[in-house]
């Protein structure tokens, strides 16, 4: 039986990481395999080096520290909010003008944006696992929640101002770490390309190759008013990485699904996937209609079309590679040789279950809970700090152990920074968007429906939102901060229409949510966990964990790759063929001064390239490093067959997307002038030894 | 092992119809079933009454004639058509208005609307048989349409103005047949409600009950300039039927899928439906936002949003019938059932071979080419006018035999008659509307795809619909007219960008349907007519075909349901109920006419209803009759639960939702003041005999 699970295996080619694969923990990087692919594996300085270097950013990017002095690099897509707040302070449209400090003297404060350096974690599985031992399903979530809550207010003691711990799940519960973060809060811009470059190609062509994006930006973190100090950085390799050379991504990827069973991938497939692509599809059409009204209602729409856009393109991805059959072969194939080798082992089997039956259980559950919880999540964003705003007050009436995660003492000065930000809200444009939340919510709900009876009473979805949105003060900051400040007395004496309305809501969304996590996650979790157990008995712990948005390292090497219709794709582009893309026409029109500086800008310039480094979202941002930990590309995006990767990795199609160190430092140099900034990421091109 | 099978039939209740399913060939119904359930039968006095009586309606409803002179009774979702070119003709609002002749000299023509009479139908299985036996897969849809056009030509006769002939295949291959029609063209508007009413409670509401809605329209078959003489209609029985009571709907269910192959939902759910779903989510939120920005272009937007919205309906709810594990469950049965049935007989087995292999093969096939036809379908009113021009002029160029079959010397006049008529194209939405059909085309297919390339060149989707909607002359209909009449010396003379935008498209479409056919379609088609002949040899004839726009009869009475939630749905609602839904606000705003009725109206008269007949999209419009063939009602919906019925029937909780007569009665003559049309109506209302 044994004999047979391994011959399976080994024609399906699966189990276990191959070749290039793998978002790997930096405790348990796969030694053998960077050896016999590289001939170099990362000594303990080497990580410690690169973990400190690296960088989560404002909790959905990644970046690095560039410079000793707190220079940090990330995407151009990452910095959406700050640039929308500085336009909206300085009343500058940072989307159509480069942001570019002309010394570190004249830098700008980015409001309410976090970056944080990993400072150690710390294994808990155990103390974990006494927490929820025996514990029955439906109240499995809540145990989790209140031993998380334990270690992670143990780990960051009185410094919660510069300290963050997370408990995270590690293998879907085969292992739990609390990860430790030292947090930088003065966070200040330094460069940023117009959008038209920044994000060249647009929507059309997000996750295409060849591409022209300088989808870069540069950020410094200051300490007491100055820059900070920052001796673990990543030097500057103008030139690149050579063919064949290990690159290595390190970065925050935010979340695959590899390790899922198959009924929790055909409820993707089926329930989940196919509806939030509808809902995503009626926003984008909306939102293009609501472009073509102004210059003005165009520009405003822009960011939350980016990212809808990106988001569609990713749910399409998921839910092509989960219509492969050959996908759902190999799951089931997994599973099966995971299941029959468990039978075979009667201590095991007892001990195991049949955590796949639970979990099957659970999805069922889960389907008209999650249905409606969708429809009662209204996405506008001025209806979102209204919902917050009434939530944090309630919350705050209870004791700490009895509120909701999110709500922790430590986490209420982030509230209130939050609060207080001058974040712009558009509200020309949170009529319609509320309007069509409300709409999907009559739409899926019925007319009839209680829930939706209470919140539009008698009123169309357009008129309750008209309303709300020509009542409500909550555009702006101070009115924010003095609602959060005020607490439940505030909320309660509010009559802010947008309050009001959140309000109209809140009893059923914190219902369903209570019941989410105890029908669903719950059970899900608990049986989750013996899945972990069943693999790691045997398998053993033979590869890496599914993304969780921590601090990973993927390897690889620059490589081209041949579509699925045949066409060889070359792995680089350069400067010179981008004007040929450059149609004039959005999203292929360059802004002006890349038009004026074409003459002079060096078109034999690496612009853009792809390795076949293993990344996923929230990889963004992520410094690409060689073995002497030099920047040798800057990761922004993957290839469109890369999003499959959210459920497998085929290192013959799936790419990494890069910008090139030296089309950084050319347009620096000749578009933006910005000289001091060039010479601060070449200052510290000193190769460091190799380990 | 037949006895295993016949087991199995009884534990699922599947295979062949029972209690009221069904929509019946009226050469074939089910007579034992009828007389068990009603203690009645038809006969053929009876049915050739009921056939003459009822009419197909514009291509896509059904209707009936009402009087004997040419009264013609249908939804007013199924007069959208006229009431927008009469509204842009009269320059008289008939959404906000209702249309009501003061007499019948006032009748006013419906331009380009024809309906037609059902005279005969003529099984010609073995004709076609003849002529595609031996034919190879890829030819197979090739020699399907010849010999369609064949027998469809000598049916026609050289009598075009006034008959239509189809040939209607039957069980997917089981069977063909000839429908030969009487067609009616001279088609006058008598009477049609606010749309405010006729389909009060709007989207929301739509496919749903208790309900009050005044579906319902009038017009006027004329012959010669005066009123058709119908002899055969079906007479006015205003007290409605009583509980228990047998009623007929006769009427052109569109599309069922009940007897397709597994592979073949499997198709719809993970595929199709998904992909048109989005789409259709898209173009929704366009037109939500379209309409906010204007009343008049809210009042444009309202028609395309109906339909558009209807179908979204529909395809959300067999989505979710699909995603019904037991009826999988069942459809692999019973398909298990017949395969093992036809591996025992092994004549029957060389002979039908294996369909279910060639028709998964062909939908591998199907995939690719589908989605590419669909993202260059179009559905621009405009654009698709220029198609229609360009497709015609060139189809005219060639010998009959060589064109698309919808362009035969028969169908000429008719493609002549609807370029001349008023139909109007509202150039304010079009913009948008083309654009929208651009963006998808370069969203799914990149902006790299040589189709993509041609058709947009350097510039934007909103660019080229911009230009191409400033620039047309399209919405006139002289223009429009003169361009058919002047062929393909017009067409290629022609600079009306629009006429160029259509050009653009014409080859790859053209080539794309061709691959269609000869791939796809040609082998299914091959194949499904072996599955329905194995089908037939082991449970013979036992059930109904799918339904296909042709006339079909089915059986049921007053029932209400049980919903899912438990709560039990009354039959039938009243006048007086519909005060408290009437909210004042879109969709519940009642129109000015009834509110101010208000206090004449009788409460308890009945509105609406519903039946457990079998019913799809397409019986909109059929009259609902009692044994007696007398009008007790109007169909123009199924609850929710109904939508399933695509792929099965589940008598327990599908409806078709009726106009009760009471209600037409009263609103005609308290309401709208049309004494004499109620005249004409109940003057009929004496019963016939029962047989």
Chains 1, 2 share one sequence.
Not at 288 to 301: D, M
Not at 352 to 363: R, S, T
Request: charged share 25%.
């Amino acid at each position: 039986m044994i004999r047979e699970a391994l011959l399976m295996l080994v024609a399906l080619g699966s189990l276990g990481a191959v070749a290039d694969e793998g978002m790997w923990s930096l405790d348990s990087l796969p030694a053998k395999q960077l050896q016999s692919l590289y001939g170099f594996v990362p000594d303990a300085a080497w990580l410690r080096h690169a973990r400190l270097a690296s960088l989560q950013f404002d909790g959905n990017c990644s970046a690095s520290f560039v410079s000793p002095s707190g220079l940090i690099m990330t995407n151009h897509h990452c910095v959406d909010k700050c640039l929308r707040t500085l336009s909206a302070v300085q009343k500058v449209n940072y989307n159509a003008k480069p942001f570019v400090a002309r010394s570190q003297a004249t830098e700008v404060v980015c409001p309410d944006t976090e970056v944080e350096q990993l400072l150690s974690t710390d294994d808990v599985t155990e103390k974990v696992r006494a927490a929820t031992k025996g514990v029955a399903p439906e109240k499995f979530h809540d145990a989790l929640v209140a031993v998380g809550n334990q270690l992670e207010k143990a780990c960051v003691g009185t410094e919660e101002a510069t300290i963050r711990c997370d408990l995270v799940d590690l293998y879907h519960g085969g292992q739990y770490q609390v990860f430790r973060y030292k947090r930088f809060n003065d966070i200040r811009m330094v460069f940023a390309p117009e959008s038209s470059i920044g994000s060249f190609g647009g929507d059309p062509d997000n996750f295409n190759f060849p591409r022209f994006n300088l989808d870069v930006s540069f950020l410094r973190a200051y300490e007491n008013g100055k820059p900070a100090v920052t001796p673990e950085f990543f030097s500057w390799r103008n030139e690149g990485a050579k063919g064949g050379e290990v690159i290595f991504v390190t970065g925050h990827p935010g979340g695959t699904d590899r390790l899922l069973t198959v009924a929790e991938l055909e409820y993707q497939r089926d329930h989940e996937l196919p509806r939030r692509l509808q809902g995503a599809a009626y926003r984008r059409g909306l939102l293009h209609q609501l472009a073509r009204q102004s210059p003005h209602l165009k520009e405003i729409v822009e960011d939350p079309t980016h990212t809808l856009e990106n988001g569609i393109k990713v749910m399409r991805g998921e839910h092509n590679a989960l219509l492969e059959p050959r996908l759902f072969e190999r799951k089931r194939q997994e599973e099966q040789v995971l299941r029959k080798a468990i039978a075979k082992d009667p201590a095991l089997a007892k001990e195991v279950g049949d955590p796949w039956a639970e979990i099957a259980a659970a999805l069922v559950k889960q389907r008209p809970l999650a249905e409606r919880s969708s429809l009662l999540r209204i996405t506008s964003p001025v209806f979102k700090v209204a919902q917050y705003l009434v939530r944090g007050a309630a919350q705050r009436t209870k004791p700490e152990a009895e509120r909701l995660p999110e709500y922790a003492d430590r986490s209420l000065p982030d509230w209130q920074r939050k609060m207080a930000a001058p974040t712009p809200l558009f509200l020309e444009i949170e009529g319609p968007a509320l309007a069509s939340g409300l709409y999907l919510m009559r739409d899926g709900l019925g007319t009839d429906d209680p829930t939706v009876r209470s919140i539009l009473g008698s009123k169309s979805p357009d008129t309750v939102a008209r309303e709300a949105v020509k009542g409500t003060k909550l555009a702006d900051p101070k009115v924010r901060l003095a609602l959060w400040n005020g607490g439940q007395a505030a909320i309660e004496a509010s009559r802010d229409p947008m309050i009001l309305l959140a309000k109209a809501f809140e009893s059923e969304v914190l219902a369903l949510r209570k019941r989410f996590e105890t029908e669903v996650e719950g059970p899900r979790s608990r049986a989750s966990e013996r899945v972990a157990k069943a693999y790691f008995a045997v398998h053993q712990r033979d590869t890496y964990p599914d993304a969780t948005f921590t601090l990973r390292l993927s390897f690889g090497k620059v490589v081209g790759w041949q579509r699925a219709d045949g066409v060889s794709i070359e792995p680089q582009t350069k400067v010179g063929a981008l004007w040929e893309r450059a149609t004039g026409e959005e999203p292929y029109a360059l802004p002006p001064s890349w038009l004026s500086a074409k003459k002079k800008l060096d078109g034999a310039t690496p612009f853009n390239f792809v390795t076949d480094n293993d990344i996923v979202g929230g990889n963004s941002g992520s410094p690409m490093i060689d073995a002497q930990r030099r920047v040798v590309g800057l990761a922004f995006d993957g290839n469109i067959e890369s999003i499959g990767g959210s459920y497998w990795f085929d290192e013959t199609v799936n790419r990494c997307v890069g910008v090139h160190p030296a089309v950084v430092t050319e347009a620096l140099r000749v578009v933006y002038g910005s000289k001091w900034l060039v010479d601060e990421l070449l200052s510290t091109a000193t190769p460091l030894a190799p380990n």
